[in-house]
């Protein structure tokens, strides 16, 4: 259950009624300047952090394409990593690839129907120069190779069959709708099949040197660099480059949408849902006054979802079963109401969505729902933290963003003088006002339904709720103050303590719980805690499997501490605090993640969510209702048809590793519940704490002694069982299938069974970390580079944490007529693997593993889910506390044995297909 406000949206959650109309000034630390040939440039120069990122941006996409040319930036933008001047072929990605960078979120591209951006994300400053030789290869150094061109035509086909659904996602039919009028329509970013097919060398350079051109590029550079150092790369490197001609595009805004009310078939996984899409207008944030706009837009969009989480939460169990938000398409804003329910409750739930739209709309809000989106003095504290804390990769990725809207990047103290501006100026009039312009004008209103309802009912239903919300709105009732939970009935102590290193705390209280303590001084306000053990749904006898679904959510609806589930959720988003569950075949945990100010309020939750669950028969029903509808939507999915006939088959339907049946669900009871809650936290159990923050170690041993260390954990009410997957199914057909992928569509797949053990150590969990990186790199090679069948094949561990023994898995979206070469090549990468992997390769890979791992302390969130995951696992958090002494203790030689024994003859190789309906397996 997540029910978080983060720091970062409050900062994008704030709004103005009206200002000045004066241009906005850009962020003086921004080093902006333009060389003689018209290209220009974006420096943010830090010493704060050892990486460095960079953006090479062409105000060139889809809009550019004539009706000859559809695809063509986007052909184009991958024609950039197949040779160049420079690097030959796939010469970029090796080479990256060799200083620890990893294609895809190190080095990409991405094409949008106004703009190309190249992406690469560098691990220090060492490697500019090559860095500066690709982005001047692009600029005016590609081969656009006849013999590439012709490989990177089944690439790309790949990639438009993936983008490519019959029944598509909501967002995706909302956008679609959006802009069915305009030329967007015909100008999607991947083109169509025929232009793919039919575009050449000669066409692709005839496009390549119209819109590669200096006067419409921007290079942006962040990080650990010089300015003067940086201007002086530029200048040598893309200073020669010939000014075109081309003019820089207009400015395209996409025609209003006509109001109408639309049905639509859901996605099975996404299930029943009801949107309202609110035309705000062009896109617009050039002065004080638009942007000023703009913030209370997201502010007052922060409201709604705030007022309809609460009011629907009763009716879908669902803390986040409204999705509320400002996008954009083809330049103009839309305020998006989506509300997502159980099908046989949708009259229901979209009566209380309109009604409460209209009572914001009519009636306004007061002066406590101003305060939730005012800023305060002390945000100047918290922002400053936030914008001190920015990777390079964020930072650039925010003036990226920032830049493809046409905004300005402003300066930390500018923004924050006109945040705190606007507040002062902020009431529950002005914000009333704002709300009722918002919503004052008729939506497009969309209904998706599922199979089992009946077309012409939900039309009815969405005709009447289209109905109510324009009428006039009713006064709802108050939300009332702020919740409190009751006490803390029991204390602890601290009996033992050990410093593991100058900032790792351990501690054991009087109940025997471990709390580790990482104190960390750049998770500045934020605290993230995760409580758990190794052991998950594999603990459980098979009749309360089910039971382990519903747990959680049940022990939020069912109330807490002297509150409902409503009162909960406030007293939650009034800390912006976020709770969620993490239960997997082998391992539970809860994770909290709160404000330094709130962590006492958080431990205390965390104490009765352990000591005093009050589960309850509504609480239960409401659970059921919400789990119940997610699997028999999921069941329902092409996904959820293949993990059912063919990815459980591996484990022989081990119900510790699938999801439980809706009439498991169904049939689950109170005392099944309280069961797999004191299973997960009884006597028997190795309970551990992992804290991560910025506070002494004193108050944090203070806060648990007396919140955790007063737990008392009972004896467990059913016996603890081991129903892990202690081998493969032993049984299985060595190819395996369904047809029920979409016309057109195919999956390949590949499986590794192995009898080698799993995870052993921290080691070996490194060791399998590089294979999975070697592994990948061959299947991109092979299938991807050599054949051209697919746009993003690749290979993961099959087997989970502390499952008994390895597995691995190769798949990929193919064309249903190439899904048995998929497979050979697969299983050709099988066998190279069986024969060990070179040194070169496990350097390669060891490389990127450690730059993978480096600076785990960046990001709070990050660290708490990989230690915790060491320490909960038995492993130790050794390793990562010097990752680099991990890696160089690990030989190329340890890494090839274990591929060997991983992949070798004794292992079982599994094929498995889903095909179209109809369509038979290739073999």
């Given amino acids: 259950m997540r029910l978080l406000v983060t720091l970062a949206t409050l900062f994008l959650l704030m709004g103005c009624q009206s200002t000045s109309n004066s241009k906005l000034d850009a962020d003086p630390e921004w080093v902006t300047g333009k060389l003689e040939n018209g290209l220009t440039y974006h420096i943010y120069a830090s010493d704060k952090h050892t990486p460095v990122s960079l953006r090479f941006i062409f105000e060139a996409g889809s809009l550019q394409e004539t009706d000859t040319q559809l695809g063509y930036a986007h052909f184009v933008e991958h024609m950039a990593f197949n040779g160049s001047e420079h690097f030959e072929q796939n010469g970029i990605l090796d080479y990256m690839r060799s200083i620890g960078a990893t294609f895809g979120p190190d080095v990409n591209a991405y094409t949008s129907e106004k703009n190309t951006v190249y992406v690469l994300d560098l691990p220090n400053n060492a490697h500019l120069d090559k860095a500066f030789n690709w982005f001047n290869d692009i600029a005016n150094g ?105 003019p820089a595009p207009d400015t395209y805004v996409i025609p209003t949408p006509l109001p ?21 207008g062009p896109t617009a944030t050039e002065n004080k006054g638009q ?62 969505i309109v009604e409460t739209l209209a009572s914001m709309r009519d009636r306004g809000v007061d002066e406590k729902a101003v305060g939730n989106i005012r800023w305060y003095q002390d945000a100047r504290k918290y922002y400053r933290q936030y914008d001190d804390n920015l990777l390079p990769k964020d930072r650039i990725s925010n003036f990226t963003w920032a830049f493809m809207r046409g905004e300005p990047s402003l300066g930390t103290e500018d923004l924050l003088s006109l945040r705190l501006a606007w507040s002062r100026t902020l009431n529950r009039y002005g914000v009333s006002d704002h709300l009722e312009a918002m919503l004052s004008s008729e939506p497009v209103v969309f209904g998706f339904w599922l199979d089992d309802e009946q077309e012409a009912q939900v039309e009815d239903l969405l005709v009447d709720a289209h109905t109510r919300l324009m009428e006039q709105g009713k006064k ?39 709390v580790w303590y990482q104190q960390n001084p750049k998770a500045k306000e934020q605290v993230r805690i995760v409580v758990g053990d190794k052991g998950g749904r594999a603990l459980l006898p ?59 309020d958080a431990l205390a939750l965390t104490h009765h969510l352990i000591q005093s669950p009050a589960f309850t028969e509504e609480g239960l029903a409401l659970s059921k209702q919400k789990v119940s509808e997610d699997f028999k939507n999921f069941h329902a999915s092409i996904n959820g048809k293949y993990d059912d006939a063919v990815f459980n088959k591996l484990r022989n339907d081990n119900p510790a590793y699938r999801l439980s049946t809706v009439e498991d669900i169904d049939a689950t009871s109170l005392a099944d519940i309280s069961a797999v809650h004191d299973v997960y936290f009884s006597k028997a159990r ?38 892990q997957s202690d081998t493969w199914s032993p049984a299985l057909s060595d190819v395996l299938g369904v047809s029920e992928e979409e016309k057109g569509k195919g999956l390949s797949a590949l499986y590794v069974l192995s009898e080698v ?99 785990l302390d960046e990001n709070a969130h990050h660290q708490a889910n990989i230690f915790s995951r060491y320490l909960f696992n038995g492993w130790g958090v050794d390793a990562l506390l010097d990752v680099n002494k991990t890696i160089d203790g690990i030989s190329p030689e340890e890494i090839s044995d274990r591929a060997k024994l991983i992949f070798g003859k004794q292992s079982k190789v599994v094929r498995a297909y889903n095909m179209p309906e109809g369509v038979e397996l290739p073999e």
């Fill in 142 to 246: 590609l081969n656009l190779d006849a013999n590439e061109v012709e490989k990177e035509k089944g690439v790309i086909v790949g990639e438009w069959r993936d983008s490519r659904r019959e029944n598509k996602s909501a967002y995706m039919y909302m956008y679609e709708k959006a802009i069915a009028q305009s030329q967007l329509a015909a100008r999607d970013p991947i083109g169509t099949v025929p232009s793919i097919e039919s575009a050449t060398d000669v066409s692709l350079r005839q496009f390549y040197e119209t819109w590669y051109q200096p006067q419409l590029a921007h290079l942006v550079v962040v990080g650990d660099v010089s300015v003067e150092e940086i201007k002086a790369h530029i200048q040598r490197e893309l200073g020669k480059w010939e000014r075109g001609n081309t």
């Fill in 260 to 280: 109408e009310t639309i049905l639509q078939p859901a996605l099975s996984a996404e299930g029943a849902s009801a949107s309202f899409a609110y035309d705000l």
């Fill in 291 to 352: 942007l000023f706009n703009q913030w209370t837009n997201e502010g007052t969009a922060y409201l709604i979802r705030e007022r309809l989480e609460d009011e629907l939460l009763s009716i879908t169990g669902k803390p986040n079963s409204v999705e509320v938000g400002i996008t954009s398409a083809g330049e103009r804003d839309f305020l998006i109401i989506r509300g997502l329910f159980p099908a046989e409750r949708r009259e229901e739930a979209q009566t209380v």
């Fill in 476 to 514: 709802r009732g108050s939300r009332g103050g702020n919740t409190l939970l009751a006490a803390v009935s029991h204390n602890g102590t601290v009996i033992a303590e050990q410093k593991k290193t100058e900032t790792l705390n351990v501690w054991t209280l009087s109940n025997g719980v471990e």
């Fill in 542 to 600: 098979e009749h309360l499997v089910s039971a382990s679904f519903l747990m959680p959510d049940a022990l939020f609806l069912s109330g807490l501490a002297g509150q409902d589930a409503q009162g909960i959720s406030r007293y939650l988003n009034e800390r912006s605090t976020a709770i969620w569950p993490e239960i997997t075949p082998t391992r539970h945990a809860l994770h909290i993640d709160t404000n330094r100010y709130y962590m006492d």
């Fill in 686 to 723: 190795n309970t551990k704490v992992y804290i991560v923050g910025n506070l002494s170690p004193n108050r944090i041993k203070r806060a648990v002694a007396k919140n955790l260390g007063g737990i008392v954990f009972a004896e467990p009410s059913v016996p603890e069982l081991n129903i």
């Fill in 757 to 855: 053990e799993n995870d052993q150590s921290a080691e070996v969990v490194f060791i399998d970390d590089i294979l999975s990186r070697i592994a990948t790199r061959k299947v991109l090679n092979s299938v991807r580079e050599q054949a051209s069948l697919s746009y993003s094949p690749g290979s993961f561990e099959l087997s989970i944490d502390n499952e008994k023994y390895t597995g691995w898995a190769f798949a990929a979206s193919v064309n249903p007529h190439q899904a048995k070469q998929a497979n050979d090549l697969f299983e050709g990468v099988v066998q190279d693997m069986a024969k060990g992997v070179s040194d070169d390769e496990a350097t390669v890979a060891s490389t990127q593993l450690r730059e993978a791992l480096q600076g």
